[in-house]
């Protein structure tokens, strides 16, 4: 069974530095995609970034980058210049392309705290 | 805009009380999906259903029943058989069930039983 792990229940940063969330996944399929969601306080879930498996270059979406390091099974989202606005959770979501529908398995997420 | 609808945002229920929630899609997405969150834990697969009056159980799906008779709308009861129904409730949608894009979702609703 797919599974994703989140070890850091919460992270600080200094506003304008860079920061990290770990995620590693497992799963037996050669092939899936892998998402960072964001939930701010009010609760919805704002998509941030997609890797595929197959895909050569690591994902990267303005602030965001994904560092996907397939043989570790990772893939760590690097936030670039933090804001106060990027305090939140960020989940790690993993999808299991062979499953014939898009089930999304969920991390237990990272709280990030952004300080001025 | 487009986009996902859930309400209420907030209910609360008396226990053994069954209780609906909306979630409306005016994004023409064919699959629709409804996950729970709670505290210090992802988000866990309810039910989803890839097209009009059809779907499957997810992870989770005692104690709750959905329909979906219009590709825009998705409810989802919790019923009296749930026994630990206090939670944050999500909807979300994809334009194909096995489509390789993203899930876009509501604002969620959060349910307490008093």
């Known amino acids: 069974a797919q599974k994703i792990t989140q070890t850091q229940p919460g992270m600080f940063v200094q506003e304008k530095e860079a920061v990290t969330l770990d995620c590693t996944y497992d799963t037996s399929d050669p092939s899936y995609g892998l998402f960072w969601y964001k939930q701010p306080s009010s609760g919805e879930m704002i998509f941030l970034i997609y890797q595929g498996s197959y895909d050569q270059q690591n994902a990267t979406e303005g602030r965001y980058s994904l560092n996907f390091q397939k043989a570790r099974k990772s893939a760590n989202l690097v936030i670039s210049a933090s804001q106060l606005g990027d305090s939140a959770m960020y989940f790690c979501a993993m999808r299991e392309v062979n499953t014939g529908f898009q089930k999304l398995v969920f991390g237990t997420g990272t709280r990030l705290l952004v300080s001025p | 805009d487009g986009g996902i609808t859930q309400s209420p945002k907030y209910l609360f229920r008396k226990e053994g009380q069954n209780v609906t929630l909306s979630c409306e899609q005016n994004?023409?997405?064919?699959?629709m999906y409804w996950y729970r969150q709670d505290p210090g834990q992802g988000l866990r697969l309810i039910y989803y259903s890839q097209i009009v009056n059809d779907f499957q159980k997810g992870d989770i799906a005692e104690g709750y029943s959905v329909s979906r008779e219009k590709k825009e709308s998705f409810p989802l009861t919790v019923t009296s058989a749930q026994k630990n129904p206090t939670a944050f409730y999500l909807c979300?949608?994809?334009?194909?069930?096995?489509?390789?894009?993203?899930?876009?979702f509501g604002e969620g609703s959060r349910l307490t039983v008093l």
């Open positions: 994004l023409n997405h064919d699959a």
């Open positions: 979300a949608s994809t334009i194909r069930a096995t489509s390789t894009g993203e899930l876009f």
